[in-house]
Every structure is written in C-alpha cells, then in structure tokens.
T-cell receptor, first 116, second 112 residues
C-alpha cells in the first residue's frame, strides 16, 4: 500500500531554469496539498488542489510558481526561472475526498530543491 | 484555527516516557487537537488526534484536560528513533478541507 510518492527526491537546478516537482497521492485520495520548508524553518502551506481544480493558493508566491492536479497523472508543482531563494524542501500531502472530515494528512518524503 | 504554544525543545532518556505539552487556551468547541512529528529529512507523520476524550493508539497517547485548554502527548517508552520535531495543531472541521498550519513545534531529543 504505497503512501504519497514524490519525485525526484533531490533536484538541482541552475538559476533561471525550471523545476518540476511531482506528487502521486495515496490510492483513493483526490485532495493534494503542497508545503514548502526553508532551511531551519517550519512548514508553510502553499496550495490545495482537487482533481482539475485549485481550491486554495493563498500560500503560493504570485509569480513563477504554479500547480496543477490533472484528471490523470500526478500533481505537478512548477517553478519557473528558479532563484537561490527557492532552495527548500517541498512536501506534498494528500487526503481522501470522502470519509471522516477529521482524517489526517498523509505526507510524502519531499523533494529537496537546490538552486546553484 | 486556534493558536498553540509548545516548548521549543525537550530531552528525554531512552526507555522513559516522553511527555510533550501543548497549550491551546483559545480552542473552541468544534476544534480538534492533532499531533504530527517530523523526523529529520522526512515528511511530517501523523501521530494522533482527539476532541475531548483521551486517545491512545500504537504510537502514543493524547491526554486533553477537561477544559480543553491544554493537552499532553505521551510516548510511553521513547526510543532514539523518536527524536524529531513534534507539532501540536488545533483545527476545526472544514468539511473535507484539510489544510494544516504548522508552528515551530517541540524538538524532542531522546538521549541514550
């Protein structure tokens, strides 16, 4: 029973390149959340998506960052023209569409992005 | 969601019980207390949650005071693998929307 799968585990990009981070939720889960953790800091919410819909992107930087969760395939967090300040661990979490409203989030082990 | 206050760090001897406190004095009646932990270089891991009754599972116990203004997470026999940052979170039912706001948490160091 696979948990939340994120890949790649580590990603190195030069300044100005694009970074694509992928997240496959747990089987049966249709809600996806992305979080960012800067070095030595706490987890910060970025965006919440359901299949083909962005529900809450209040934590997403206005420029260069976008997220999608298509009908088929994983959720993608895309960062264009990366800068050194984007270096962080990016975590994805999922939860079921239905079931107890207080179901916990299940997290993946993250993608560590390094911008050189 | 209500704000929580936790000690920044704690030590615990291996094999002893680790008791991690959390203050949530502004909690409202429909808000749950959740605990997650984050072991170094891993994603957060759900531990336990409760509303007003004490809860126990294979990982831990959660003791919530009668007035619900504070709670304690208990790891009954701490091991070195329990060294992690522990987050206490209070959140209400949002009808399926599970957004969780993490604070700084308590860094628990289990000492051999």
């Amino acid at each position: 029973n696979a948990g939340v799968m994120q890949n790649p585990r580590h990603l190195v990009r030069r300044r100005g390149q694009e970074a694509r981070l992928r997240c496959s939720p747990m089987k049966g889960h249709s809600h996806v959340y992305w979080y960012r953790q800067l070095p030595e800091e706490g987890l910060k919410f970025m965006v919440y998506l359901q299949k083909e819909n962005i529900i809450d992107e209040s934590g997403m930087p206005k420029e260069r960052f976008s997220a999608e969760f298509p009908k088929e395939g994983p959720s993608i967090l895309r960062i264009q023209q990366v800068v050194r300040g984007d270096s962080a661990a990016y975590f994805c979490a999922s939860s079921p569409r239905s079931g107890p409203y207080n179901s916990p989030l299940h997290f993946g082990n993250g993608t560590r992005l390094t911008v050189t | 969601d209500a704000k929580t206050t936790q000690p920044t760090s704690m030590d615990c001897a291996e094999g002893r019980a680790a008791n991690l406190p959390c203050n949530h004095s502004t909690i409202s009646g429909n808000e749950y207390v959740y605990w997650y932990r984050q072991i170094h270089s891993q994603g957060p891991q759900y531990i336990i949650h409760g509303l007003k009754n004490n809860e126990t599972n294979e990982m831990a116990s959660l003791i919530i005071t009668e007035d619900r203004k504070s709670s304690t997470l208990i790891l009954p026999h701490a091991t070195l693998r329990d060294t992690a940052v522990y987050y206490c979170i209070v959140r209400k039912d949002s009808g399926g929307y599970q957004k969780v706001t993490f604070g700084i948490g308590t860094k628990l160091q289990v000492i051999p």
